[in-house]
């Protein structure tokens, strides 16, 4: 799936539950739950090997996109934004520094 697709989607899910606004699992999680329903897949009766089956065919969106999206979303959309990114953006160069530290 495309990140602009994704980027609606996520943009949907964020509006519809603030708690995803700083949670990725929640957010991912809640994505894929619309995917399988969406595809007629019971997740009830589905066991994790073969949701981890659809995730490594591909069928369901890959983790790294939907956080990509997501980032762009709170990029272009401060009211969508978590409590935690005020936080965030003050750690952000603690953080730069500690990934120069590795080599």
Avoid at 35 to 44: F, H, M, R, V, Y
Avoid at 70 to 97: M, S, T
């Amino acid at each position: 799936m495309k990140v602009s697709d994704m980027y609606k989607i996520v943009k949907g899910v964020l509006c519809e539950d603030k708690r995803t606004r700083d949670n990725d699992h929640l957010l991912s999680v809640i994505i894929w739950h619309k995917q399988l329903k969406a595809s007629g897949q019971d997740i009830t009766k589905m066991s994790a090997y073969d949701f981890m089956l659809l995730y490594r065919d591909k069928e369901l969106a890959n983790h790294d996109t939907i956080t990509r999206a997501r980032r762009k979303v709170q990029e272009n959309n401060q009211l969508l934004r978590g409590d935690k990114h005020r936080l965030k953006q003050e750690n952000q160069e603690e953080i730069k520094d500690d990934l120069r530290s590795i080599s």
